[in-house]
């Protein structure tokens, strides 16, 4: 629901497309489950010429900040000691006609010569901390 919002805020008729469908990647470690859903909406006619401004609209990603949004952050900002960088930012493809974006959850960024892997995942009240770090180090996968 939080991320159905967050679309209505840059496009019209939003909806959720397919919910909560599971996939299979399968790693050096064994298979990963990810489970996703798709929403979608219609974006403005002169969308390409307005892209930076309708993704900053969005972030940081509902997915991310959960709810409610800005204490959340607030939380957020107060417990990490490191600004983010592109961690938890979006990246993306735009070939013209379609566009893919992702959320940078887990990825590799270079800065000079060294690399840093940057993952995470998301906390709720009723989130065991062990189980929680259980599933970040399954989650770590390098396919190299």
Known sequence: ????NDLSRIAAGVKVSRFRYVEELQTH???????????EGKLPEDYRKQL?????????????????????????????????GYYTGVAGYFDGSK?????????????DTHHYFRSGG????????RKEYNEALQKVYLPF
């Open 1 to 4: 629901d939080l991320l159905r």
């Open 29 to 39: 470690k064994g298979p990963i489950l990810q489970v996703s859903s798709e929403i």
């Open 122 to 129: 998301g906390i709720t009240a009723q989130s065991d901390c």
């Open 52 to 84: 930076g401004t309708l993704f900053f609209k969005l972030l940081p990603a509902g997915s991310v900040s959960g709810a409610p949004k800005s204490a959340t952050l607030a939380l957020i900002r107060k417990a990490e000691k490191e600004r983010r």
């Open 99 to 111: 566009l893919d974006t992702f959320v940078l959850i887990r990825y590799i960024e270079q800065q």
